[in-house]
């Protein structure tokens, strides 16, 4: 059970990350590359799919390891990491602005990840840590 948590908190990090780089380098991309993003890339749409792949594996790997490890700063961690990734989704650009939508979510993926690596971090120190 322990590699599947593990495996959990890094795909959750990556997510987490995959998430971030999009944030900033898609306008980056844009300018380049217009076609492209016209063409082939959808926001919202990709915003929808990290959303659904981020919820069920960080509620999962955070809820194992907070009830192995005890610390359940590393849930409430990631509770408001989520809540701030789905408000940034729910609200959107056309409540928060595109800058708001982009801070939003850059928050939300970078305090996900720090909870995940807080996690990952305290079940490789348990040593009776069954995640």
Same mark, same amino acid.
């Given at each position: $059970? /322990? ?16 998430? @971030? ?6 306008? =980056?991309? #844009?300018? =380049?590359?217009?076609? +492209? ?6 926001? *919202?749409?990709?915003?929808?799919? $990290?959303?659904?792949?981020? =919820?069920? @594996?960080? +509620?999962?790997?955070? #809820? $194992? !390891? ?5 610390? &359940? %700063?590393?849930?409430?961690? !990631?509770? =408001? ?5 789905? %408000?940034? &989704?729910? &609200? !959107? *650009?056309?409540?928060?602005? *595109? $800058?708001? *939508? /982009?801070?939003? #979510? ?5 305090? +996900?990840? &720090?909870?995940? +690596? ?6 490789? /120190? #348990? ?5």
């Amino acid at each position: $059970m /322990k590699v599947l948590n593990n495996y959990l908190d890094k795909s959750a990090v990556t997510l987490s990350l995959l998430c @971030v780089v999009h944030c900033l380098a898609l306008p =980056l991309i #844009t300018v =380049l590359v217009p076609s +492209i993003i016209a063409n082939a890339l959808n926001q *919202e749409l990709f915003h929808l799919m $990290m959303v659904v792949c981020v =919820l069920p @594996v960080s +509620i999962y790997a955070l #809820t $194992m !390891g907070c009830r192995n490890h005890n610390k &359940f %700063s590393i849930g409430v961690y !990631g509770a =408001l990491g989520l809540i701030t990734l789905v %408000s940034a &989704f729910v &609200f !959107g *650009e056309s409540h928060l602005g *595109e $800058m708001g *939508e /982009k801070g939003l #979510t850059t928050l939300g993926a970078i305090i +996900i990840a &720090f909870a995940h +690596i807080k996690n990952y971090q305290l079940c490789n /120190k #348990t040593n009776n840590c069954a995640c």
